[in-house]
């Protein structure tokens, strides 16, 4: 990891040691860190609060903040972090874009399909509906795979599921994020094709900026974008995208700790939306937790994603059964286990065996000519 573009090793040295201080370049080891534990939890909590929501109704806050909106708002976090630093790492627009592909796309697929081949008959069977009645009328099972086929999901229920239904026929309320995520990754590869990202750095600080700017006008009921998610995931995104681009710069000391929880916890407190002053010290905590969490070998897997996508359907086959009348901690640890073991699955059957492609011939062998030159972004 390098101490970030335009800062010498030997400044960003001195800098520290009259600040006194280590910054998140120094910190930040690429081969051990709490990443893999810190998405496990991320995904967890998100599974949890949407566990209490399909079972009793109700969702865990701070303040006027729902726990599974900061949940995701980590996510982001730490995907700008290194989504950046893999676009900068790789310095090929192709396969940037392959690796991306590799990592969001096959297990959203198989997910898809089993939702709708899986989970929705045994959902409609447990509710008191016929496993076949899904795949009929408008809105069907088979419906929901076409429509949310492009990563947009425009279908979110499956209009079959008999009422009463837990999630009143949502067949999976956690799969949208996934368009916002794509969405930033173009973000980071149109900022890294025109250059931003290696020689104008500080021109992401100024969207940041922009991007507060209209978080606190939201805020005020002063809105100018027309799309509140995209403005909210957006910003988180490129706070982790500019940690990483500035990451010699970012000091981890406990007074900067501090200070940031204070920006938290005021946000929380004051705000509807706590990113209007919160969203920056929120972003320094989850990277301050990247590097100082225990746990920090890589175990080789990663069941955070598999979590994420499959806890809303297994909720609604656990909660259609007797599970549903246990206490709720006790609905929450069936949860997380079976959501666990789908995972694992997920991880062992689709992810894993994707991702060993990143280094496909298709995308590692030059291109012939001008597109070659092309393809490769920043590369000097």
Request: proline content about 5%.
């Amino acid at each position: 990891m390098g101490t970030g573009p335009g800062v010498t090793a030997t400044t960003t040295a001195a800098a520290v040691a009259r600040r006194g201080g280590r910054t998140l370049a120094d910190l930040f080891d690429p081969r051990s860190n709490s990443l893999t534990v810190l998405r496990l939890l991320l995904a967890a909590t998100v599974a949890v609060t949407h566990t209490t929501e399909l079972a009793r109704g109700w969702q865990p806050q701070l303040g006027e903040t729902l726990l599974g909106d900061l949940a995701v708002d980590g996510f982001f976090v730490v995907s700008g972090f290194l989504v950046t630093a893999s676009f900068l790492r790789l310095a090929s627009l192709r396969r940037y874009l392959w690796h991306r592909f590799l990592r969001i796309a096959p297990a959203f697929y198989v997910c898809l399909v089993l939702t709708a081949a899986v989970f929705a008959p045994l959902a409609s069977v447990l509710n008191g509906g016929g496993a076949l009645a899904v795949y009929r009328g408008d809105g069907s099972a088979l419906d929901y795979v076409v429509d949310n086929a492009a990563l947009l999901i425009r279908q979110f229920d499956i209009e079959a599921l008999p009422a009463g239904t837990p999630g009143d026929g949502t067949a999976n309320g956690a799969l949208w994020t996934l368009f916002y995520e794509a969405l930033c990754y173009g973000i980071v590869a149109a900022l890294g094709v025109v250059g931003v990202l290696r020689r104008k750095p500080v021109l992401v600080l100024g969207l940041l900026g922009l991007l507060q700017v209209a978080t606190i006008a939201e805020e005020f009921g002063v809105g100018f974008v027309p799309q509140e998610l995209l403005l909210r995931l957006t910003f988180v995104f490129l706070l982790g995208a500019a940690a990483h681009l500035f990451s010699g710069h970012v000091v981890m000391t406990w007074p900067w700790t501090l200070a940031a929880a204070a920006t938290l916890v005021g946000g929380l407190a004051l705000f509807e939306d706590y990113r209007a002053v919160g969203a920056l010290g929120f972003a320094y905590l989850v990277l301050l937790a990247v590097v100082k969490l225990p746990l920090r070998q890589d175990p080789g897997w990663d069941l955070s994603y598999g979590v994420y996508i499959y806890h809303w359907p297994v909720i609604v086959l656990l909660v259609s059964t007797p599970v549903a009348d246990l206490p709720v901690a006790a609905v929450v640890v069936v949860v997380l286990a079976t959501a666990a073991a789908v995972a694992a699955a997920s991880w062992w059957l689709v992810e894993a065996p994707a991702l060993r492609m990143k280094s496909a011939p298709r995308v590692t062998r030059p291109l012939p000519g001008a597109l070659d030159r092309i393809g490769r972004v920043g590369a000097r």
